[in-house]
């Protein structure tokens, strides 16, 4: 974020408010403890991350999760095998940036978790996505290649069980 902030990171089992939730984000942990990651092309975002994406208008957070984790995973869950992990909270600190496109001087970005009873299956994205490949990482990978994501401490307390 090109401006001044400060930036919370919570393990919640409560979403934030929806009309200052700006994206959603999905933990696919398999039965083997691996995480379902995409590698993202964009420069904003690139390398290896979370499967998720920005809240499209009229649409619920939990739908935001499903669809953007189908489109950049081929992943297909259902809002009802999701459960809401935690919140990351950004607040400007200074006047509106330029071009800021969201809510101001506050917004959230929500993380939600499915755990599945199986071993994850080979997956790709939907064609056309920013989205390159997806892959079912061990935790000793995720932690390599995704140490400086804000989302760490919420996979960490997810995959340990502490907070």
């Given amino acids: 974020l090109p401006a001044p902030h400060r930036s919370d990171v919570v393990l919640s089992a409560r979403l934030p408010p929806a009309e200052l939730t700006t994206s959603a984000f999905v933990f696919v942990i398999d039965r083997a403890s691996r995480l379902l990651l995409t590698h993202i092309r964009t420069p904003s975002r690139g390398g290896w991350d979370l499967p998720g994406g920005h809240v499209d208008p009229g649409e619920s957070v939990p739908a935001t999760a499903v669809r953007e984790l189908r489109e950049e995973t ?90």
Avoid: Q
């Fill in 74 to 163: 081929g992943w297909a869950l259902a809002e009802d095998e999701l459960s809401v992990a935690g919140w990351n909270r950004i607040h400007i600190l200074g006047p509106r940036p330029e071009g800021f496109r969201y809510r101001y001087p506050e917004g959230f970005m929500a993380y939600f978790v499915a755990r599945l009873d199986e071993d994850g299956r080979p997956t790709s994205p939907e064609p056309g996505t920013e989205c390159s490949e997806a892959d079912w990482l061990e935790p000793s990978e995720v932690r390599a290649r995704c140490a400086e994501r804000r989302w760490m401490a919420l996979y960490d307390a997810l995959v340990t069980g502490k907070s």
